[in-house]
């Protein structure tokens, strides 16, 4: 099978099931994003050597992949690819992982300045592209049916983002600037 197929050649997408739409729709943008969230947090894993928050990270990317393909499909079709649709579980993983890493954290009283140890810059840039995917997830679901529980997962997946940018900085000895 080749990469090209010439088929977008003219503005438009296939999305999963066959219909096709512009590239420049909600619905591309917001997978769009979610696919450079996933390729950052590849990038993220170059920079860090810890096995735990590599662990975890890949298992994000396994999800995100599941994101990108139900954002891929249209509503009027339900999701038949990937591992499966986003639900509460996953959100609550997240929200243990930030629980468990940011335990040994000192507590912020103001706002830092991204940046530390290159696994903590690329995290911190990660973040900002997880909340760039999050916006345009808001601006699909105004126009189109968008399962919710994506939004819960990405507004937790930035948190985390920042918690373990916070602790790899932590544990390299980097002071974090504040602002």
Not at 18 to 47: C, H, Q, T, W
Request: with cysteine; aromatic share 4%; charged share 30%.
């Amino acid at each position: 099978m080749k990469i090209y197929t010439k088929t977008g050649d003219r503005g438009e997408t296939g999305l999963l099931g066959g219909s096709r739409i512009g590239k420049d729709s909600p619905r591309v943008d917001a997978y769009g994003e979610i696919d450079e969230l996933n390729s950052s947090l590849g990038v993220v894993l170059n920079a860090i050597q810890n096995a735990e928050i590599s662990a975890l990270l890949k298992k994000i990317q396994e999800e995100l992949f599941g994101i990108g393909a139900e954002l891929a499909t249209p509503p009027e079709k339900p999701i038949e690819h990937g591992k499966s649709k986003i639900e509460e579980e996953n959100v609550k993983s997240l929200e243990e992982a930030i629980d468990r890493h940011e335990k040994d954290l000192t507590p912020l009283k103001r706002f830092i300045l991204p940046g530390g140890t290159e696994g903590a810059s690329r995290l911190h840039l990660a973040r900002s592209i997880c909340r760039r995917a999050e916006r345009s997830v808001v601006a699909l679901l105004r126009e189109e049916e968008v399962n919710l529980v994506i939004l819960k997962y990405l507004n937790r997946l930035s948190d985390l983002l920042f918690v373990l940018a916070r602790a790899i900085n932590q544990k390299a000895g980097e002071v974090e600037e504040v602002w």
